[in-house]
């Protein structure tokens, strides 16, 4: 047995990549089509439910029986203002890292960008796909390509090694959005890493979809000008949106700092 998990232990990252894979292709097969309306929303909904459900057993019960370091990684409850000043402070991430693309692909050659437009009948999609986007894939994802691949990995540098490895796999599922998937990835895994407590990753995966949503909502009211291009894919906010992030990152900080004061706080006035 010792030997058997000895040997699956390095193969975990590919391992999870694909049975991730694997069920982001099964969730994702009744919106197939080019119409799935919400049955076919609804059934993809489910099918990802059931997948977190599948993952959490696994990662809970399975994981930390072949792999007794997995404990280290125990899911945690989410602290609720933690949770929220992340969310506040995804646009931000989001904002920089199109920025971050657009420079680097500029190095290489010339990046051709138009304005981003949106129809009403685009947004309606697009809204409710947004629901499994932002409250549901964010989940699955996050456990499996970091929970699962990095948590059976005892030393930091290993953890690092295996981020990075799941940062590659993670950009080449995103095929056209290789480069912001895998600065995202890096991204969330060491945060995963840094706080030991995956919901953290999820919430700045969820706050980034959710911008990309609201960013499609900005563009369909027209309240301001996007500029968008395709290969890679790249979005640049205007002005007003990067003035927005900054404020929000601001009020987020804020909001983490404040629970992290009360813990050391509630920490001194505990009795020796």
């Not at 992340?86 to 680097?104: D, Q, S």
């Not at 981003?116 to 932002?134: F, G």
């Not at 995103?174 to 480069?179: G, M, Q, S």
């Not at 968008?228 to 894919?233: E, R």
């Amino acid at each position: 047995m010792n030997k058997f998990v000895s040997l699956l232990k390095p193969l975990m990252p590919i391992l999870a990549a694909a049975y991730s894979t694997a069920l982001i292709y099964i969730t994702a097969w009744p919106t197939d089509s080019d119409s799935p309306g919400f049955g076919g929303e609804l059934l993809s909904w489910l099918l990802t439910l059931a997948g977190i459900g599948l993952t959490l057993f696994l990662i809970q019960r399975v994981e930390p029986k072949l792999f007794p370091t997995a404990r280290q990684f125990q899911i945690k409850s989410p602290v609720v203002l933690v949770i929220i000043g992340l969310l506040f402070i995804a646009p931000l991430w989001f904002v920089a890292k199109e920025y971050i693309i657009y420079g680097l692909t500029r190095l290489v050659h010339y990046v051709q960008m138009e304005p981003l437009t949106y129809s009403a009948p685009e947004l309606r999609e697009d809204l409710l796909a947004s629901v499994h986007a932002v409250l549901l894939a964010p989940i699955l994802e996050e456990l499996c390509f970091r929970q699962m691949a990095i948590s059976p990995f005892r030393s930091r540098s290993a953890q690092l090694v295996v981020c990075v490895i799941m940062a590659l796999l993670f950009g080449m599922l995103h095929v056209r959005n290789f480069l912001g998937a895998f600065i995202d990835a890096l991204f969330y895994g060491a945060i995963f890493i840094w706080s030991r407590n995956i919901w953290n990753s999820v919430a700045l995966h969820a706050g980034c979809n959710l911008t990309a949503t609201l960013l499609a909502v900005y563009c369909c009211l027209g309240l301001g000008d996007l500029r968008i291009a395709k290969t890679p894919v790249i979005i640049l906010p205007d002005t007003k949106i990067v003035l927005g992030s900054i404020v929000l990152c601001i009020a987020g900080i804020l909001l983490i700092n404040t629970k992290r004061k009360k813990q050391h706080n509630e920490q001194r006035t505990i009795p020796s």
